[in-house]
């Protein structure tokens, strides 16, 4: 089956610093992961996804990184700023264009 | 913003009673989804929908039932309401044509069984 995991639950970080959330997955064979955010009281919102045939992608602010050899994804948010704080989840897309949700990161940003 | 839409947005009810948890969207998006989300815990795909009149079980065994009788309408029903039903239910769409797997939310419904 599919598993998608994070390896922390909780992350705090400096207003200003950058954040790194990680996340772990299990299926050799997928080929497409995205990025959501959750803030509370809301569902969860796309933030970037990337593709197997690549190792990084970059939007505003925020950048992932895909290590196939480990299966490891990652976000990485620049300048880390009191709006950035949300649970944050990786999610694998499987074969049906269904997602796979890990265990979400909650974000805290300390002004 | 998104425009999908769900009703209740809180809702506590007695154990035994019959509920349904409205979700639209207004984006003409051909598949729909149902998650259930325990507090600080992932998203488990209950149910999802290719179309009108498709309906597909998720990977997490729900004994609620859907319908999608509309493109725009995807409600959730459960029959006799228990204790451990009480999560919050997360309704998304997506379009096909579009950015592969991104799936609009919801603002979701937190259900509370007594």
């Known amino acids: 089956g599919e598993s998608v995991g994070l390896h922390l639950p909780t992350l705090s970080v400096q207003e200003g610093d950058n954040s790194i959330i990680n996340c772990a997955y299990s299926?050799?064979?997928?080929?497409?992961f995205i990025w959501y955010k959750q803030e509370s009281g809301k569902g969860p919102q796309f933030i970037i996804d990337?593709?197997?045939?690549?190792d990084k992608r970059q939007g505003q602010r925020v950048t992932v990184l895909l290590n196939k050899t480990v299966k490891h994804l990652s976000l990485q948010i620049a300048a880390t700023q009191p709006g950035d704080s949300a649970v944050y989840f990786c999610?694998?897309?499987?074969?049906?264009?269904?997602?796979?949700f890990g265990t979400g990161t909650r974000l805290t940003v300390i002004p | 913003e998104a425009d999908i839409y769900q009703t209740p947005r809180y809702l506590v009810i007695g154990t035994g009673k019959k509920i349904t948890l409205e979700c639209s969207q207004t984006?003409?998006?051909?598949?729909m989804y149902w998650y259930q989300q325990d507090p600080g815990m992932e998203l488990h795909l209950i149910h999802y929908?290719?179309?009108?009149?498709?309906?597909e079980k998720g990977d997490l065994s729900s004994e609620s039932t859907v319908s999608r009788i509309r493109t725009e309408h995807f409600p959730l029903t459960l029959e006799s309401a228990r204790p451990s039903h009480t999560s919050q239910y997360l309704c998304?769409?997506?379009?096909?044509?579009?950015?592969?797997?991104?799936?609009?939310f919801g603002p979701g419904t937190r259900l509370t069984v007594t």
């Open positions: 929908s290719y179309g009108v009149n498709s309906t």
């Open positions: 998304a769409s997506s379009d096909e044509s579009g950015a592969e797997g991104e799936q609009y």
């Open positions: 990337i593709r197997s045939n690549m």
């Open positions: 999610a694998e897309v499987n074969w049906a264009n269904n997602l796979f």
């Open positions: 299926n050799s064979a997928s080929d497409y």
């Open positions: 984006m003409g998006h051909d598949k």
